[in-house]
């Protein structure tokens, strides 16, 4: 009971976003089916509610149990989030669920092959999907709670965050709900000024820091001038770095602000970039072209993005190869992104040189595994591996999946290292023709991706343990 009444209160969190778009459709589309069909599970929420809130609230979770808010709460979401794609008549059930599971997954990959014939509500509950679930629909949950208590730090943490900046969670999520509204409107702001209209300015800033990547065109960013596009970057970019960075840069604090994951994004790209702009160049690319494309590509890719200003499906195995691994490294933690996380991979990395040292050294020798100014402990290094060899399972089982029906190799992983990612990109597989086998497995790899698997794979297993 204590879980559902959590899972519960978090639909109530998303029911006054569907009924703004509910009146939107109404007097912008002038059409009554697509309010009611907004309506109608808004409804349906706050009736189930108005049950659950005559329980007194538990005062405790477990764990345990906040993994499987999270879990729940994350899957209910894209359930009830479906249902106005399917009953205005857009999309079939698994259809509706797969886009609507992108959207508050901050993924990006879509089921519509012609977004630009959607009404503009429907395009507008696409980008406010991205919008919620790219902070975390959690944290929005946190941001209105009134009380500090072990409920608020075990669905903190649940969710994937563990940085806090003030006295306590709640008083952190709402700063970083602040911020995360400012630069919406700052970008959207500048979007306009760069030319691109302001409905298209006001969703692209939504799921440029969501790092959600749906589009109001067909074209994606490609629809706009180089300008926008470059735009784009910075804010794909700023999505991808942690909120605590953000908040230490608006305190004035510049040099905590390039923490070591920033340094890492910073140069990640430029190495992908000297790899990727001189071999589009031998392709026919220009060199301005080539530049503005991998910058871009590689940019939307590592921060879990997934817009695009050129044709994916046309790249070679190479330029493919380098953009999964952006994709599988990821952003910064406690930013947008999902996939491995920026601090993971510096782990990863610095692990190969310190055990060197250490087979180096005299075995008397302690040598701590320190990353700048932070030692880690042996658990901790011992998670990211576990984690890091986790991902990487269910990337290969996903590929194997997509594999099967006759996509190859490179393909395959390239799509399902989008999805688990969260990111977006798409080299022509992801389609409403796609069998549903194919829907479905690239559905679970967005949900495990967006929870960093653990929670969800916890769920199901005390779930049939009981």
Do not use: C
């Not at 969710?159 to 006295?167: A, M, Q, V």
Request: charged share 10%; hydrophobic share 55%; glycine share 8%.
């Amino acid at each position: 009971m204590k879980v559902w009444y959590f899972v519960l209160k978090l639909l109530t969190y998303i029911t006054p976003f569907m009924i703004f778009d509910a009146f939107y459709a109404l007097i912008v589309d002038g059409s009554a089916v697509i309010a009611l069909a907004f309506l109608f599970p808004s409804i349906w929420v706050l009736f189930i509610w108005t049950i659950f809130m005559n329980f007194k609230p538990p005062e405790k979770l477990t764990l345990r149990e906040s993994f499987k808010v999270a879990a729940l709460g994350w899957l209910l979401m894209s359930f009830v989030g479906a249902i106005p794609y399917f009953l205005a008549g857009y999309l079939s059930p698994l259809d509706a669920w797969f886009e609507s599971m992108s959207g508050f997954t901050a993924t990006g990959l879509t089921m519509f092959p012609d977004v630009e014939s959607l009404p503009k509500s429907i395009l507008l509950w696409r980008s406010l999907t991205e919008w919620i679930g790219g902070v975390g629909v959690i944290a929005l949950f946190l941001s209105v709670m009134y009380r500090t208590s072990k409920v608020v730090q075990t669905l903190y943490f649940a969710e994937g965050r563990s940085d806090k900046t003030e006295p306590t969670i709640v008083g952190t999520v709402r700063k970083i709900w602040l911020i995360y509204v400012f630069y919406t409107f700052l970008f959207a702001f500048i979007f306009f000024l760069l030319g691109a209209p302001l409905f298209d300015s006001i969703n692209i800033s939504m799921t440029a820091l969501a790092t959600g990547g749906f589009a109001v065109t067909n074209n994606s960013i490609a629809a706009y001038s180089p300008y926008v596009a470059i735009a784009v970057i910075f804010a794909m970019a700023f999505g991808g770095i942690s909120f605590v960075s953000h908040i230490n840069l608006f305190k004035g604090h510049i040099r905590k602000f390039f923490s070591v994951e920033v340094k890492a994004m910073i140069a990640i790209v430029l190495a992908f970039a000297a790899l990727m702009i001189p071999h589009l160049i031998s392709l026919g690319l220009s060199p301005s072209s080539a530049t503005l494309q991998s910058f871009f590509h590689i940019v939307s890719g590592l921060t879990g993005t997934g817009f695009s200003v050129g044709n994916l499906a046309g790249l070679t195995d190479y330029d493919k190869t380098i953009l999964i691994i952006s994709m599988i490294f990821g952003g910064a933690y406690g930013s947008t992104s999902s996939a491995l996380k920026l601090i993971r991979v510096v782990v990863l990395f610095y692990g190969i040189i310190w055990y060197i040292k250490v087979r180096l050294a005299p075995r008397s020798a302690v040598i701590p595994f320190k990353i700048g100014k932070k030692v880690f402990e042996p658990v901790e290094v011992r998670d990211v591996t576990v984690y890091t060899t986790t991902y990487i399972l269910m990337l290969f089982i996903g590929a194997f999946v997509l594999m099967a029906y006759g996509n190859s190799l490179a393909n395959s992983l390239f799509e399902v290292a989008s999805a688990e990612g969260n990111v977006g990109l798409s080299v022509g597989i992801t389609s409403p023709f796609m069998p549903w086998v194919e829907k479905v497995t690239l559905i679970l790899e967005m949900w495990l991706g967006r929870l960093e698997i653990f929670p969800v794979l916890i769920m199901f297993v005390d779930m049939f343990r009981r």
